[in-house]
C-alpha cells in the first residue's frame, strides 16, 4: 500500500494493474461485463451462504470477492470512459437519501407499512424518469433467477391492488392449478405439462407471499430437510453393510420415515 493510500484505493489500484494491457494479467484483460457477470452473481451467494452458516470470518473474505467485483466492473466502465468507482459510490449514495426522506428530510411515517408504500411510489418515479414508462414491471430483471422474479412481479403487481385478498383465495387457485397440471399429465403433451407446472410453481410463490413467507428461503429450507433425510439413509445403509443403489424404494422410504421421526422428537 501506498503512504497515504485507503484500502478501497488499494484494492482500485491492484485492478487497474491487473487491467493494465501491457504488464497485466491475461486473463483480467481479456474479461468483459459479460464474463464477469456470472462471477458477480456466484460471490453474492456465497456470500448468503456463509451468513447461512453464521460464518462471519468466511463473511469478511466472501464480502471482499464480491466488493472486488464491483471494482472489476466499475474498472471496466472507466476504460470506456463510462463511469468510474467513484460515480457508482454517488449513484447509490443520491439513492438512499432520495428514497430515505424521513432520515435525510422531513418527512415522516406513521408507520413501516407507510414508509414502505412510499418507497415503492419513490421507485415508480425513478423507473419513469431513467426508462420514460411507468410500467409497474418494466424493470425487473430477466435474469433474476425465476422464483425470485416470480416474487418480485407480484409485489409489484400488488402495489395497485392486483392480488388475492388473502391466503384462502390462492389456496383454491393452487387446487385449481394442481387439476391443470394433472390433466395435462394424462394428455401427455410435453408442452403442456411445462406450462401448467410453471403455472402452480408461480401460484405457489404467490401463496408464500401472501403468508408472509420468503418462497426462496423455504425452498432453501426444504433442500436441507432433504438433503438430511437423504444422508440419513446413506449413512444408515452404509452402516448395515449395504449398497443404496441395490436397496429397494420401500426400504429406502423407511428410512426416510425413520428420519422424519428423529427430527419430529
Known amino acids: 500500500m501506498m503512504e497515504h493510500e485507503t484500502p478501497l484505493q488499494r484494492l482500485r489500484s491492484i485492478m487497474e494493474r491487473l487491467r493494465d494491457p501491457d504488464s497485466g ?41 464480491l466488493l472486488l467485483q464491483v471494482v472489476f466492473h466499475a474498472r471496466m466502465a472507466e476504460e470506456a470512459g463510462l463511469f468510474d468507482l467513484d460515480d457508482v ?25 407507510a414508509q414502505t408504500l412510499d418507497w415503492e411510489n419513490l ?15 418494466d424493470d425487473v430483471p430477466l435474469a433474476l433467477p425465476g422464483l425470485k422474479r416470480a416474487q418480485k412481479l407480484q409485489k409489484r403487481a400488488a402495489t395497485v391492488g392486483f392480488d388475492w385478498p388473502d391466503a384462502a383465495r390462492v389456496l383454491e387457485k393452487v ?38 413467507v420468503d418462497s426462496e428461503a423455504a425452498l432453501r429450507r426444504a433442500n436441507a430437510k432433504f438433503e438430511r433425510r437423504f444422508r440419513f439413509i446413506e449413512t444408515t445403509l452404509k452402516s448395515q453393510g449395504r449398497d443404496i443403489r441395490e436397496t429397494c424404494l420401500e426400504d429406502m422410504e423407511a428410512l ?10
Open 123 to 137: 421507485k415508480a418515479a425513478e423507473r419513469k424518469e431513467k426508462t420514460g414508462s411507468d410500467g409497474l414491471l
Open 256 to 265: 426416510w420415515n425413520e428420519a422424519k421421526g428423529h427430527e419430529n422428537r
Open 175 to 212: 387446487d385449481e392449478e394442481l387439476a391443470e397440471v394433472r390433466e395435462a399429465i394424462d394428455l401427455d403433451e410435453a408442452d403442456k405439462i411445462e406450462d401448467e407446472i410453471g403455472d402452480l410453481l408461480f401460484v405457489c410463490t404467490n401463496l408464500a407471499r401472501n403468508s408472509k
Open 25 to 65: 494479467c491475461p486473463w483480467d484483460i481479456e474479461q468483459t461485463f459479460e464474463t464477469v457477470a456470472p462471477y458477480t452473481i456466484e460471490e453474492a451467494y456465497e456470500v448468503d451462504d456463509a451468513i447461512r452458516r453464521g460464518d462471519m470470518a468466511e463473511l469478511k473474505n466472501e464480502l471482499g470477492d
Open 89 to 113: 459510490a454517488n449513484a447509490i449514495s443520491d439513492k438512499m437519501v432520495s428514497r430515505h426522506p424521513h432520515v435525510f428530510g422531513d418527512k415522516s411515517y406513521a408507520n413501516a407499512e
